[in-house]
């Protein structure tokens, strides 16, 4: 699945529908416990007809794609005793269902726990629920949030003001601007969010950047001239990075969606980045 196909795919999820519900752990989505109790059987082919065969439904793991019969065969595989499913986000539409939950599975195969996080597009067709598209990250290393009712992306906020305000604070404290691309309905920007507050990662933020959140809306294209100004191009999905000095030159933007995936990242490369366009010390 390409960079422009996955902002397609996580606009299908967030915002294809008129509201959101949020749960703290079930759905009442009763395809969803069917499909549980499929891969609880172990049984392949009952699980691949939860998907979509025309069109296909494009499955994504690991930033990897594959299809309906290489995402049945890993959820099969794991040989599930029980599966607890904590959801972070859901919505629901006559024809459309959108969800995202995390996974905690008692493996028989190994027996110990993996956890899997999994965010699909489900469609009525014709009296069925298919799955249509979805993304799988197994055994993320970041922590991934249980829900998302977080608003990190104020949208009342004011990002060119804040820039300005933030421009200010790098120079009096020999900063960078680390600015951050995203938007609310983004799970991928919650994840980034509680990454940055590892015990490993704020002391640099703190030291060495301003943080500014630049929200881009529902329809992605809120503050458009600034993703230009900054060079950040938004189709390759968010969240989006850029670090500019204190009097607003850019120093580095992301250009091929390198924290899209976020839920899949390692805390090193996370540092990794920080520390590299971290300003010098004095």
């Not at 172990?42 to 690991?62: N, Q």
């Not at 030291?207 to 881009?216: F, T, W």
Request: glycine share 6%; net charge negative; hydrophobic share 40%.
């Amino acid at each position: 699945m390409n960079r422009s196909a996955k902002l397609t795919l996580a606009l299908a999820i967030a915002l294809a529908y008129p509201a959101w519900s949020q749960t703290s752990a079930s759905s009442t989505f009763a395809p969803l416990e069917q499909w549980k109790n499929a891969v609880i059987a172990g049984d392949p082919a009952a699980l691949k007809a939860f998907y979509s065969s025309d069109p296909a439904a494009e499955i994504e793991a690991d930033g990897v794609r594959t299809d309906a019969d290489g995402d049945a065969k890993f959820w099969t595989g794991l040989k599930a005793r029980s599966l607890n499913l904590v959801i972070v986000r859901e919505t629901d539409h006559p024809d459309r269902h959108g969800i995202i939950f995390k996974a905690a599975v008692d493996s028989a195969a190994g027996g110990k726990t993996i956890n899997v996080t999994y965010a699909a597009s489900w469609q009525k067709q014709g009296d069925q629920w298919r799955i249509k598209g979805a993304e799988r990250t197994d055994a993320p290393q970041l922590k991934q949030p249980s829900d998302m009712k977080k608003e990190i992306y104020p949208s009342n906020a004011d990002a060119h003001a804040e820039i300005k305000e933030a421009e200010e604070k790098a120079a009096a404290g020999h900063k960078r601007l680390l600015l951050v691309f995203g938007a609310n309905w983004c799970y991928d920007c919650h994840v980034l969010d509680l990454a940055f507050q590892r015990n490993d990662l704020a002391p640099i933020l703190q030291a060495g950047y301003e943080v500014v959140h630049i929200d881009i809306g529902d329809d992605g294209k809120k503050n458009a001239d600034l993703a230009q100004q900054f060079d950040v191009p938004l189709n390759k999905g968010i969240p989006a990075l850029a670090v500019a000095d204190s009097d607003g030159k850019l120093v580095v933007s992301q250009k091929n969606g390198e924290f899209e995936d976020a839920r899949g990242l390692t805390p090193d490369v996370l540092l990794a980045f920080l520390n590299r366009w971290k300003p010098e010390s004095r």
